[in-house]
């Protein structure tokens, strides 16, 4: 299995599991997160689109995998290479991101040293950091 990321364009949101994955999000924020001061890419398992990462200006991110493709170590693998392009391209050493109590996402979060930093009701804010400044 081959784990590959590529900035987001259009052809990836074309993809079966990005049209699944981002209903109801407009392409055009996410297409313009690049060159805006953030960061979009695509998640690709093996050169399909599987899934997507990104994070805002603001440093709030977000990432999912298409339920087809899940608990086989692409996000593991995916958020590994994002932490080094938001690192070394990006300039970005923090994130944030929110998450539901009790869903898969949070062993994910632990693996990349996420730290509770807020809770509202079954919704939790965490802190991540990319690179000690
Ligand atoms: C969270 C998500 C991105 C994980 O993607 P994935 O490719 O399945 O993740 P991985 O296979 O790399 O697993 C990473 C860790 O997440 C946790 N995890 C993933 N799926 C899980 C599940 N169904 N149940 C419990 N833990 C789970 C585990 O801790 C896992 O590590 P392990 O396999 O060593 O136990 C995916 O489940 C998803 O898209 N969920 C919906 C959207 C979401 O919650 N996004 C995160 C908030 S922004």
Not at 6 to 32: C, D, K, Y
Not at 93 to 113: D, H, I, P
Request: aromatic content about 4%; proline content about 5%.
């Amino acid at each position: 299995m081959t784990v590959s990321i590529g900035v987001l364009a259009e052809a990836h949101l074309r993809s079966p599991a990005l049209r699944f994955l981002l209903e109801g999000i407009p392409p055009p924020f996410l297409l313009g997160l690049d060159s805006g001061g953030g960061l979009a890419r695509a998640v690709l398992c093996n050169g399909e689109t599987v899934g997507f990462l990104s994070v805002t200006p603001e440093r709030d991110a977000m990432m999912a995998i298409h339920p087809d493709h899940q608990r086989k170590g692409i996000a593991t693998a995916a958020l590994a290479l994002a932490r080094d392009v938001a690192v070394n391209e990006k300039a970005m050493t923090r994130v944030s991101a929110m998450a539901k109590a009790g869903r898969s996402s949070g062993g994910l979060l632990a693996k990349f040293g996420a730290v509770e930093v807020d809770r509202s009701g079954e919704v939790i804010l965490y802190r991540i950091v990319l690179a000690e400044v």
